[in-house]
């Protein structure tokens, strides 16, 4: 069972109902919700909801409602939020023992629990809606079009996926026959970062980084330019390459907000297919893009990934705090791939822009 968190969102979307509620949820966490529990961080006045917490997928009754309660309740301590909204996805058997647990948790931190729903595809029940219509045994049938949300969401910019699997789809490694293609095209690279490696001498780590930002550029290039995904042999040996630091940096200076679509794209096709080895550079470009994307969930689903690979890469850790803490893409302070050839300029003419 995972317990994720997302801590910024593209606009800020106030709920002033249950149904607006609801209506919020899939756009706040970038996917519609199913069989799982999610708490909402919320200023307690004017309903504005600034993060949120969640549990699932839930397979089966949960041992330790009290253990699942405790993890989606840790935003509450680390960022000193004094209200919350619960609301569960699914059948009651299911969901409802993790929502009322999650609620006795919240209230011992001190926490205000402003409404905790459960939701089916077309009723929810209170379970704050003592003298009201919304303690009907048989749910309080809803319809999100009559709620301005949406609206506000799409004119954001803000998308909803069908569900999480089709995130972790961006980020899961390829199978089959494809997943031995780039096995044959690793073992290639990797001999042929030995032999030219070998045959540079003295200068054989300039000559890898020299040839990694070559290849930067040409990929990168053709990415922007519309052109097919980058082939087995290619993906593979610039996966070997982008362990070089420099070249890393290279690739990162390239993605701008103003062709983020091409820079996911091409970021994704790269980490599902190179070997885990070489995954936490892929994942970390691609996780960087995604929160230049203002997407969240995705940058989270890559730098997952990326950790898996190298648990102390250094650029995982910095898109994942700035994810988290809230950070505006639009004030990162980045770099050009001008800037860096400037300041970590390699040989063999490389360092023009």
Known sequence: MDTEEIFRFPVRLSVKTPVDLIAAVPYLVGFHPENCVIALGTDGHEGSVDFASGCGPLTGAVDDPSGLAGRLCVPFTTRSCRSAILIAYGADELVTPCLLAARTRLRSLGVTVAEALRVTKDRYWSYECAGTDRCDPEGVPYD?????????????????????????????????????TMDRATRDAEQRCARLWGESGPTGRASLTAEGIRTVRTVVAAALNGEPPPAPATVAWLGVLLVDLRTRDEAWAHIDRSRIAAHISLWSHVLRRVDTAYAAAPASLLAFAAWQNDDPVLADAALDRAVAAEPDYSMAGLVRRAVHSGLSPRDWDGFTPEW??????VADGTEAG
């Open 144 to 180: 999100i079009h009559h709620s301005t949300i949406p609206a506000t969401a799409v004119a954001a910019g803000v998308r909803v996926r069908a569900d999480r699997a089709e995130i972790l789809s961006l980020t899961d490694p390829v199978t089959g026959a494809e997943r031995e």
């Open 340 to 345: 860096l050839a400037e300041q970590a300029p």
